[in-house]
């Protein structure tokens, strides 16, 4: 999770520094689970950039993190749909330190906006769906699969012509900090964000792109009820209902009333048990939230 800063540090060692000779650190954004936001700018050109400096969590060597980072830069690098944020490189600072270097966006993640402001009206949703199922249509045809599809990794901001626009991140995190090198967690649970996750992700089965619209469906089921499909469970417990219970209708939410039928319809569809009774691809995503939005 990341926390806005409200009060930066100015003492904070990180300030001002020069990364790699091409990002100098102007001010504390953000902290967060996996390191410290950064709004910098790039040496040569004066660009903004962000700037996240990253240290390996407790449980996992300098090595495996060196590795997963690597990683993760080299998926994030290998995307540039317009509804994906664009990474620009990520390298070593120091002996216990990364960075990733990124286009600096201005907006807000979704999970901030829903907590500010409630729920979406179907209008809205349906532009959310539609937009970040290019992303993954674009992703998905390189054979990356996100596999860690949460709210936070929704941002919303606005192009150049003012016009609002989404942009996918995090793609490659889910083999990166705080799991070993099995891709475990210290307690043996999967990786990524429990409530997020795929029924097939946390029994351990292959997966594919339409883990990612499990993930979807979720964040649209959040998005337009207010609630998540399996919100009172806690634990072990929130695993055991992503595998076997079946979520409330979308409906039998107050706050999602109203929602039409045919999108209930999809929502519920992406989060079906098995893949294969989920949409087969984020194409049908597209395609359909472009014809429920007319």
Not at 45 to 57: E, Q
Not at 66 to 85: G, P
Not at 102 to 112: K, M, Q
């Amino acid at each position: 999770m990341i926390r806005e800063v409200t009060n930066p540090n100015p003492i904070d060692p990180w300030l001002g520094r020069v990364l790699a000779g091409r990002y100098r650190l102007l001010q504390k954004a953000a902290d967060g689970r996996r390191g410290t936001l950064y709004r910098g700018e790039r040496i040569d050109d004066g660009r903004r950039a962000a700037v996240k400096v990253i240290g390996p969590s407790m449980h996992q060597s300098q090595t495996s993190f060196e590795r997963r980072f690597a990683h993760e830069v080299d998926v994030a690098r290998s995307l540039s749909d317009r509804n994906t944020l664009t990474v620009f490189e990520g390298g070593r600072v120091d002996e216990r330190h990364m960075y990733l270097a990124c286009e600096w966006l201005g907006g807000i993640d979704l999970t901030r906006m829903l907590d500010a402001r409630g729920p979406l009206n179907t209008r809205q949703a349906l532009f959310l769906a539609n937009q970040a199922a290019r992303s993954l249509a674009a992703a998905h045809a390189k054979k990356v699969v996100h596999g860690d599809l949460t709210p936070e990794g929704l941002f919303v901001t606005r192009d150049p012509r003012g016009l609002s626009l989404v942009k996918v991140m995090d793609y490659g995190r889910q083999r990166m900090a705080n799991f070993n090198d099995e891709g475990f967690s210290q307690v043996n649970m999967p990786v990524g964000w429990a409530r997020f996750l795929a029924p097939e992700q946390i029994t351990g089965h292959e997966f594919d792109g339409r883990a990612d619209i499990y993930a979807l469906g979720t964040i649209l089921y959040r998005a337009l009820s207010g609630v998540l499909p399996f919100g009172d469970a806690t634990g072990i417990g929130i695993f055991m209902a992503q595998v076997h219970q079946q979520p409330p209708p979308l409906r039998s939410h107050t706050s999602a009333r109203e929602v039409p039928d045919a999108v209930e319809e999809l929502v519920m569809r992406c989060l079906e048990k098995s893949p294969t009774d989920r949409f087969t691809s984020a194409e049908e995503l597209i395609e359909l939230t472009e014809r429920l939005a007319r």
